[in-house]
């Protein structure tokens, strides 16, 4: 998987994501009002983005502004009644126990707040984007626990992937988390084995793979054991063929030979 270097963009992010909080501050009501999530400015948003290549943060499908979610590390959900589930996240990644406390309490604060930490709903270190596929990712893993493993460098590089497309991780404590986001879907699992197989047949060019799609199909029909999978019929078809080249960062990323 790919590790996610939030430190990058920290102090730009947060002098950002404090102006915001800022804007919510009632001086006459002291309180915070209005700051959210669902309205986090674009400038935010659009750094997130950035922070990870423009890469869904679980799957690393390519993302585009139409299939972008906003995934909370720790659930947008969870709230001061939880903190031993903040405590579980933030075992793993030490930002998320020194910078990020419920949503819910930060705001009950009568007095404008100090920052960090910052609520967990609208955290840098919290949030990240991911693609909107029902059947994998943040759509799929829901309110669910799971390791924070791409903001781990350690933890990304014990995920790896066989040419098959599997993924797989030999710490056995991640499995659960790439069975909760289910990153071994069929589709995902058939998209990672052509470009391995691509990246076999010496391919190095995900642009002139995505303009020659004639001759990658026939390359994959002659070539490819597909175990009678339908690969050609599959990547035929406009729209799973445009899936195919949305996970182009895969071409180089074969670790393991089946
Ligand atoms: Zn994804």
Redesign the pocket.
């Known amino acids: 998987m790919k590790f996610i270097d939030k430190a990058r963009h920290e102090e730009e992010a947060n002098s950002w994501i404090d102006e915001y909080i800022d804007s919510g501050w009632n001086e006459e009501e002291s309180s915070y009002c209005g700051i959210g999530y669902k309205q986090l400015p674009r400038n935010i948003r659009l750094l997130i983005t950035e922070s990870q290549d423009s890469l869904?943060?679980?799957?690393?499908?390519a993302l585009d502004n139409s299939g972008l979610t906003l995934e909370h590390v720790i659930p947008e959900s969870l709230n001061a009644g939880n903190q031993s589930e903040f405590d579980r996240y933030g075992s793993y990644i030490p930002k998320l126990a020194t910078q990020v406390i419920p949503g819910d309490q930060f705001r009950q604060s009568r007095a404008k707040r100090e920052t960090p930490p910052y609520p967990h709903d609208i955290a840098w270190y919290n949030l990240l984007a991911?693609?909107n596929?029902t059947d994998?990712?943040?759509h799929k893993r829901q309110n669910r626990f799971i390791i924070p493993i791409p903001l781990d460098q350690t933890l990304a590089e014990e995920i790896s992937y066989f040419t098959d497309g599997m993924c797989f991780s030999g710490n056995m404590e991640l499995i659960d988390t790439l069975v909760v986001l289910n990153l071994n879907q069929s589709m995902l699992k058939k998209i990672r084995s052509v470009w391995f197989f691509l990246a076999e047949r010496g391919y190095q060019d995900v642009e002139y793979i995505s303009n020659n799609k004639d001759e990658i199909l026939a390359e994959i029909d002659k070539n490819f054991d597909t175990g009678g999978l339908g690969f050609r019929g599959t990547f035929d078809n406009d729209a799973n063929w445009g899936k195919l080249i949305s996970y182009g960062y895969f071409l180089t990323q074969a670790t393991v030979p089946v």
């Not at 869904?56 to 499908?61: A, D, H, V």
């Open positions: 869904c943060c679980y799957c690393l499908k991911s693609c596929h994998h990712c943040n």
